[in-house]
């Protein structure tokens, strides 16, 4: 049964962007102070990748509340192309205000339910790696998450869901239905899409720590461009070599006999760290896959054209 037509939209003379690029902003800025501060929880097993360390430990609650405002600011800038469509879509309805937030509530409640199974699942880490080197195993664990972040930007599900959040008023006709309860709905069918398409990129954040603000930054700009970016379909498969190609490099440099832990608490003595190194490898790597990439599908363009153009490849 197909969803029903919207009603007509009309002009608002609001834009409901700014109020969630200000949330966004404020979620930034408590990132940063955060980070900044040394707050128990921005840091994976008290050491981030990029050498960050927390002095204090991170309880659950403290863990899931630095993932809660790193989520808001990484996450909700995608949501806007949808909730542009929806509040000019709503405002003949009944209750259109409670409907509107029921819809960005729903979209934020399955990430924060995300939030809570990776506060879990850095417990398990955590346990896993007691008694190892910190340094070594947030190493690890950043090459980890790196190779299977870059793995599943080449699956299926990723190639479903991205056409999904990059469709936001084909989505809407969909699944749009009136009242609280139909945005509640839209909500968070929209935010398990946008998880489907996403949670692995916001794996890496497991391995780089919550202080990673350079990964964060990179991160975050990389999903926009996927979602709203005319060209960020053919963004997906060198992203997806770049990090492939960052996580072997932080395992390589992690397994080398050149790092030693350090002996002192503190930033490590290293000449670099694997955070910024998988930063700068991936950054290489996808200046490099991505004219590589763009040119073999115009080539590969051109020659099915020229080729449909010949009348000797006609049967």
């Not at 707050?39 to 993932?67: E, I, K, L, R």
């Not at 929806?86 to 509530?105: D, E, I, N, Q, Y």
């Not at 990673?212 to 926009?224: P, R």
């Not at 990090?243 to 072997?248: E, Q, R």
């Amino acid at each position: 049964m197909s969803a029903p037509t919207p009603p007509a939209p009309v002009r608002t003379g609001r834009d409901p962007a700014v109020v969630i690029r200000v949330v966004a902003a404020a979620c930034w800025f408590l990132t940063a102070a955060l980070v900044l501060a040394g707050a128990p929880g921005s840091c994976h097993n008290g050491m981030a990748a990029d050498g960050a360390t927390s002095p204090v430990p991170a309880s659950g609650a403290t863990a899931f509340a630095a993932w809660l405002v790193m989520i808001g600011a990484m996450m909700l800038p995608t949501v806007v192309p949808l909730v542009r469509l929806f509040v000019p879509v709503t405002a003949r309805v009944p209750h259109r205000v409670a409907a509107r937030l029921a819809c960005v509530g729903g979209y934020l409640a399955v990430w924060s339910g995300f939030a809570a199974v990776v506060t879990l699942g850095l417990g398990g880490v955590d346990a896993l790696v007691r008694g190892h080197p910190p340094g070594r195993s947030a190493d690890l664990v950043l090459g980890s998450t790196l190779v299977v972040a870059g793995l599943f930007q080449f699956s299926r599900l990723k190639h479903a869901c991205l056409t999904a959040c990059r469709s936001p008023w084909g989505f809407l006709w969909q699944h749009y239905r009136r009242g609280v309860r139909g945005g509640w709905t839209l909500g968070v069918r929209h935010g398990l899409m946008c998880l489907g398409c996403c949670w692995a990129l916001m794996l890496v954040m497991v391995g780089a720590g919550v202080s990673s603000l350079l990964w964060m930054l990179a991160l975050t700009g990389f999903m926009i461009v996927e979602k709203t970016a005319a060209y960020g379909p053919r963004l997906v498969a060198p992203l997806g070599g770049a990090l492939v190609l960052a996580g072997f490099a932080v395992v390589a440099l992690s397994l080398s006999t050149g790092l030693a832990p350090p002996a002192v608490p503190g930033r490590p003595d290293r000449d670099a760290m694997p955070g910024e190194v998988a930063l700068l490898v991936a950054a290489i790597g996808l200046a490099v896959l991505w004219p590589t990439t763009t040119g073999t599908r115009r080539r590969a363009r051109l020659e099915a054209s020229s080729r449909s153009d010949d009348p000797r490849g006609v049967r």
